[in-house]
């Protein structure tokens, strides 16, 4: 972020894995951490689908997610329309946004897109469209994270769980 930019938003964009009830404990717990700070959180969903294994011809229970790549598309846009950013960083490695992201900037030339990838992921279709890219570091993730303990208004402690020690 340069000197002279100001945060007007931050939209947190994912989807509970329903099927691993102690990840979506920790994920709630998340979720309600980032609200604590402000964050704005847009949840989709997964969906179950039965896949046909090509080597031993079972079926088997894959779950996919839903929505998110939409959700994000849409905020994107909307945030364009409502000139609501100059710029917008987007932190995901999803070539599913390339026609959102593409749309944005044929209708909105002068907004800036600064795509964030994820450590371990990239996309060159997405560094094309981008006027900025990076990626996230192992060493910005460290030191990036919440305080063990977080002390909601009304008193209520958020403790981070131990998986995460």
């Given at each position: 972020?340069?000197?002279?930019?100001?945060?007007?938003?931050?939209l947190?964009?994912?989807?509970?894995?329903?099927?691993?009830?102690?990840?979506?404990?920790?994920?709630?717990?998340?979720?309600?951490?980032?609200?604590?700070?402000?964050?704005?959180?847009?949840?989709?969903?997964?969906?179950?689908?039965?896949?046909?294994?090509?080597k031993c011809?079972?079926?088997?229970?894959?779950?996919?997610?839903?929505?998110?790549?939409?959700?994000?598309?849409?905020?994107?846009?909307?945030?364009?329309?409502?000139?609501?950013?100059?710029?917008?960083?987007?932190?995901?490695?999803?070539?599913?946004?390339?026609?959102?992201?593409?749309?944005?900037?044929?209708?909105?030339?002068?907004?800036?897109?600064?795509?964030?990838?994820?450590?371990?992921?990239?996309?060159?279709?997405?560094?094309?469209i981008?006027?900025?890219?990076?990626?996230?570091?192992?060493?910005?993730?460290?030191s990036?994270?919440?305080?063990?303990?977080?002390?909601?208004?009304d008193?209520?402690?958020?403790?981070?769980?131990?998986?995460?020690?």
């Open positions: 972020m340069v000197q002279n930019e100001q945060i007007v938003d931050i947190y964009f994912s989807a509970y894995m329903f099927w691993k009830p102690e990840k979506v404990a920790r994920h709630q717990l998340y979720t309600k951490a980032l609200r604590s700070e402000g964050i704005k959180i847009i949840m989709s969903e997964f969906k179950k689908k039965q896949v046909k294994c090509e011809k079972e079926y088997y229970d894959k779950y996919e997610e839903k929505q998110t790549d939409v959700q994000i598309a849409i905020n994107l846009f909307k945030g364009a329309i409502d000139d609501s950013f100059d710029k917008a960083i987007v932190v995901s490695g999803d070539s599913d946004l390339m026609p959102a992201l593409e749309a944005v900037k044929l209708r909105f030339p002068k907004k800036e897109l600064h795509l964030l990838f994820p450590s371990r992921r990239t996309s060159e279709l997405l560094k094309q981008a006027d900025q890219y990076s990626k996230i570091r192992e060493k910005h993730l460290a990036s994270q919440f305080p063990n303990e977080i002390i909601l208004p008193g209520e402690v958020l403790r981070k769980p131990v998986e995460y020690f």
